[in-house]
């Protein structure tokens, strides 16, 4: 036992406690709020904030709530690869290499081998904005601090060709000389249009419109879905199952570091 030993340890063992304590016990209060929560329909929504703008009562209006429609957007927004119709979407660029590593043992002896590594270059959202919609009503979606579940589109890898003048989204790249460069891979993460969405957020009354976003009561859900409530909901309580269990082992693995390291 060392005294470096100890502090990996504690660390260790302190981010098990975090993850098997408050983690676990912060997903168990998102389950109990989704399972508790009733969903809406939009125009139930739309009818609701009427009566309250007719006593006067509409703007700055707030509240959480669990509903249900399809996805929708302004125009036409493709997808920057596959060039698919959607309503969002989140584009990646990632970059494959290998660069050298000298690897050194316990005698001293060297070897230098291959390893291969990867690097996000380049991203991109849908430019557009995204909204909820059922029959005449549509309702923006702010997703700043949304959970989205999106779903998987595109995944194809593009070797990499030194004759090629590689730019993505309008900036030119250039390849390290130091590390060989394998390739691109193109990923896609998408809302299809017209897709049903599942949404759980605070509906917030503003100039006449409504929106759902982040909730401003802090520890709230604020859930962007293609998956159904019942997905949702059995993700959410596989989380709290992973987070007790992960937790715990790394309790284990930090007391075994604080004892046994040399």
């Given at each position: 036992?060392?005294?470096?030993?100890?502090?990996?340890?504690?660390?260790?063992?302190?981010?098990?406690?975090?993850?098997?304590?408050?983690?676990?016990?912060?997903?168990?209060?998102?389950?109990?709020?989704?399972?508790?929560?009733?969903?809406?329909?939009?125009?139930?929504?739309?009818?609701?904030?009427?009566?309250?703008?007719?006593?006067?009562?509409?703007?700055?209006?707030?509240?959480?709530?669990?509903?249900?429609?399809?996805?929708?957007?302004?125009?036409?927004?493709r997808t920057p690869y596959s060039n698919q119709i959607c309503a969002y979407y989140e584009a990646t660029v990632t970059r494959e290499y290998e660069h050298k590593?000298?690897?050194?043992?316990?005698?001293?002896?060297?070897?230098?081998?291959?390893?291969?590594?990867?690097?996000?270059?380049?991203?991109?959202?849908?430019?557009?904005?995204?909204?909820?919609?059922?029959?005449?009503?549509?309702?923006?979606?702010?997703?700043?601090?949304?959970?989205?579940?999106?779903?998987?589109?595109?995944?194809?890898?593009?070797?990499?060709?030194?004759?090629?003048?590689?730019?993505?989204?309008?900036?030119?790249?250039?390849?390290?000389?130091?590390?060989?460069?394998?390739?691109?891979?193109?990923?896609?993460?998408?809302?299809?249009?017209?897709?049903?969405?599942?949404?759980?957020?605070?509906?917030?009354?503003?100039?006449?419109?409504l929106h759902i976003g982040r909730p401003s009561e802090k520890g709230k859900p604020f859930i962007i879905s293609v998956k159904s409530e019942e997905e949702?909901?059995?993700?959410?309580?596989?989380?709290?199952?992973?987070?007790?269990?992960?937790?715990?082992?790394?309790?284990?693995?930090?007391?075994?570091?604080?004892?046994?390291?040399?």
């Open positions: 036992m060392t005294l470096t030993g100890l502090l990996v340890g504690a660390l260790i063992a302190a981010l098990g406690a975090y993850l098997a304590i408050v983690q676990k016990k912060k997903t168990e209060g998102t389950v109990l709020e989704l399972k508790f929560m009733k969903a809406v329909s939009l125009p139930e929504l739309e009818a609701n904030l009427e009566d309250l703008r007719k006593e006067g009562l509409g703007e700055g209006y707030r509240d959480m709530v669990e509903t249900n429609g399809k996805a929708d957007t302004d125009g036409e927004v590593e000298v690897i050194r043992d316990k005698d001293g002896n060297t070897e230098t081998r291959r390893v291969r590594a990867s690097e996000q270059v380049s991203s991109q959202q849908s430019p557009s904005p995204l909204y909820l919609k059922d029959g005449d009503i549509r309702i923006a979606l702010d997703l700043d601090g949304a959970d989205l579940h999106l779903k998987d589109g595109t995944d194809r890898f593009e070797p990499y060709d030194n004759n090629k003048t590689y730019s993505f989204f309008g900036v030119r790249f250039s390849a390290p000389s130091e590390v060989r460069t394998l390739g691109f891979r193109y990923r896609e993460r998408v809302i299809p249009l017209g897709h049903p969405l599942y949404v759980v957020g605070e509906l917030r009354s503003s100039a006449g419109e949702v909901t059995a993700g959410e309580q596989g989380k709290v199952k992973m987070f007790l269990y992960l937790g715990i082992g790394l309790i284990i693995v930090g007391i075994a570091v604080a004892i046994f390291w040399k």
